[in-house]
């Protein structure tokens, strides 16, 4: 049984060692799904399904748009009065993190067929024999990723869901284990309701379920476009830094000078697609990426004077929203660097390699490649530099200053 298992075992492994392309979209993909987004629904050929998902999701942001409405009056209500501000600085993160989620999606449904022609096009270039996959190191590539992907995740979706069950899972305990006369009906988010949510077990549960799902919607679409961006600029990373490899692995003395021109005249037409198709990732996310870091510099300026101002509960909830929020804003900003640190290394690349015994026609388009090198593939935001660890300083920096403004403003 034990060379069975081994067998079994090894059969398996064997099996994995070749990925496909939506091995390595799959998370973002099935995630997506959930509520009712599929960015290949033209595809499917199941009418039923297609029409049932699209009416799923639609309802689902109607519902959640509904209880942001809810939540902006609350607001309102509260920030006219200088003793309900930290109440309704309180409600300024979801409303916050609920602004991204919408605007996130907005872009993603504009530039769903753009997005969808770019996976093909990534689909269209990805290595797809063992021995390829191998020197593009997919293995490492999708391991590094879902690690990333998983721990983003986990954590954002630990801020809607702790947000969304914690008074119920406390109301609970208090009135089934500790005693407790009543159950308290209590909201995990701070909503202005237009009629009486709580005195009626069956509104109340309808109406707190409806939030729950409301969290989970805006938890989904704030981090699957993320996940999105995350697999594209991964997999324009590997192809960044397997041209680096082969070209600096390349020998020019060893082939004839024809192949050196056809070799590097391959290179040039692989590397000028691999830019085009960078360009395409600015051009779908590179706007969606300046609403979320201004939104991110509020939500955790406010979410910051939450965990400074608040309760021990409050500040153990909202700092979860903050690490949250801080590592999504850190996680965009290392994929950046990556894309722009990748690409660089082509002209290093370029110049460290055995070019001196080639002839002036291959220096030549050396020359070309170091010079289209300089202006490294990256995402640009309008008005904010291109992303890299940098910008992550900034966005930091632009939250201190308004953390500060409000604490000026609130103890005066």
């Known amino acids: 049984s034990a060379t069975a298992s081994t067998m079994l075992w090894g059969k398996k492994k064997a099996v994995r060692e070749v990925f496909t392309f939506e091995d390595l979209t799959r998370f973002p993909m099935v995630f997506y799904k959930t509520i ?63 602004f991204m989620a919408d605007f996130k999606q907005f872009g993603l449904t504009v530039n769903r067929r753009t997005l969808v022609k770019l996976l093909d096009d990534l689909k269209a270039i990805f290595p797809m024999s063992k021995q390829q996959q191998q020197a593009y190191h997919v293995a490492y590539y999708n391991k590094h990723m879902n690690r990333v992907m998983w721990l983003f995740t986990i954590l954002c979706m630990t801020y809607t869901s702790s ?25 995990g988010f701070h909503i202005y309701f237009p009629y009486d949510a709580e005195t009626d077990i069956t509104v109340y549960w309808f109406s707190y379920w409806g939030l729950a799902h409301c969290a989970y919607v805006a938890g989904v679409s704030y981090v ?125 690349s370029a110049f460290n390699h055995n070019w001196l015994p080639c002839s002036s026609q291959y220096k030549q388009i050396m020359r070309y490649i170091i010079m289209r090198s300089q202006k490294p593939a ?24 308004f953390f500060a403004l409000l604490r000026t403003t609130y103890y005066g």
Not at 170 to 181: A, L
């Open 36 to 98: 009712g987004e599929d960015l290949y629904s033209e595809r499917d050929k199941n009418l039923l399904r297609r029409y049932l998902l699209r009416c799923y999701l639609v309802l689902g942001f109607l519902n959640f748009n509904a209880y942001v409405v809810g939540e902006i009056a609350y607001f309102i209500v509260h920030i006219t009065s200088t003793t309900t501000l930290l109440e309704a600085t309180a409600v300024a993160p979801c409303i916050g993190f609920s």
């Open 163 to 187: 947000f969304s069950f914690y008074p119920a899972i406390k109301s609970t305990i208090k009135y089934y284990f500790m005693g407790s006369e009543i159950f308290e009906r209590n909201y």
């Open 224 to 348: 699957c476009v993320d996940l999105l961006l995350i697999t594209t600029i991964t997999q324009l990373t590997m192809h960044f830094n397997y041209m680096a490899d082969t070209l600096e692995a390349y020998d020019g003395d060893a082939h004839t000078e024809a192949e050196n021109v056809k070799w590097a005249q391959n290179l040039v037409v692989y590397h000028a697609r691999a830019l085009d198709l960078s360009e395409e990732v600015n051009n779908i996310f590179s706007f969606t990426i300046l609403w979320n870091f201004i939104a991110a510099s509020l939500v955790i300026c406010f979410a910051g004077f939450q965990i400074t101002a608040s309760n021990v509960e409050d500040i153990v909830l909202y700092f979860i929203f903050f690490s949250a929020s801080l590592v999504q804003v850190f996680v965009v900003c290392y994929y950046g660097d990556e894309m722009i640190s990748s690409s660089s290394r082509i002209g290093h």
């Open 378 to 401: 990256s995402i640009r935001p309008p008005t904010f530099p291109p992303i890299s660890f940098n910008t992550f300083m900034k966005v930091i920096s632009m939250s201190y200053q």
